[in-house]
């Protein structure tokens, strides 16, 4: 079973971040990714604060995925 983490974090300064993110190392690549987010009828996912469940399909250079998430808190 594949595992994923992702940490996430909203900055108010992005530019200053990204200077500090290139003195601790190079950059490589960029990506262009659209998420879909979608919510079943009987339940909204995004009610609850943090999130623990979705549905998405992201588009990605033709490489397009669905993807259900439930992390169990």
Known sequence: MNQEVEIQAKIKN???????????????KSRKQIDKYYVPF???FFKQNPITEYLRVRYENGSNHFNYSFLPF
């Not at 992005?14 to 490589?28: D, M, Q």
């Open 42 to 44: 009987h339940k909204n």
């Open 14 to 28: 992005p530019k200053e971040v990204e200077a500090k993110l290139l003195k601790l190392g190079k950059f490589i």
